[in-house]
């Protein structure tokens, strides 16, 4: 089953050069709860995942699904299950970029810099200025780009929310 990072990967796949399918890929990578192999059972010192080095450095796995994680180790682990924001806030900083659902047709390497750039991105306030700028429209006027942006992470939450309503 592709899942909303899969599609996002494969649109900037085809065409690179496309800052706007780069950075939606991004925001789907922050956006999706992503199981992450630990060394150990998490305890009270906190989570020890599982870091590859590599000649590009050192790296976090990560999957945006379980089965994934189990196809690629090929053997139970312990992990965690944390959102692609939270991760990149715990690894900024640590010089490890994440392994991205390798084995999969999205397998990426996000490099530490990426994910320090994601890290800082996610937890950048939106500007004053912006939400002092936000219109209220009126019903049946809702932006086309609003609604697009909605759909994406409404269908993320498909499991745990049965309906919503834009009000």
């Known amino acids: 089953m592709q899942t909303s990072l899969d599609h996002a990967f494969a ?3 085809a065409d690179p050069d496309d800052a706007t399918l780069r ?8 956006d999706a709860e ?19 080095e590599l000649s590009d450095g050192r790296f976090v796995l990560a999957f945006d699904r379980d089965e994934r994680m189990a196809d690629f180790l090929g053997a139970p682990a ?11 806030g715990l690894l900024a900083g640590e010089a490890t970029g994440i392994a991205l659902n390798l084995g999969a047709a999205s397998a990426t390497l996000l490099p ?12 950048e306030p939106v500007p ?20 697009a942006a ?11 929310v049965a ?3 834009l009000v």
């Open 11 to 13: 649109a900037m796949a």
């Open 23 to 30: 950075l939606g890929f991004h925001e789907r990578v922050l």
């Open 34 to 52: 992503l199981v992450v192999p630990l060394d150990a059972e998490a305890d009270e010192t906190g989570l020890r995942p599982q870091i590859f």
């Open 78 to 88: 312990h992990f965690a299950a944390l959102s692609g924001r939270r991760l990149a």
């Open 112 to 123: 530490p810099e990426a994910v320090a750039w994601m890290a800082r991105i996610a937890a």
């Open 128 to 147: 004053e200025a912006l939400v002092a700028a936000a219109d209220l429209a009126a019903p049946g006027a809702v932006p086309a780009g609003l609604l």
């Open 150 to 160: 909605l759909g994406v992470k409404l269908a993320a939450m498909a499991g745990p």
């Open 163 to 165: 309906g919503a309503r």
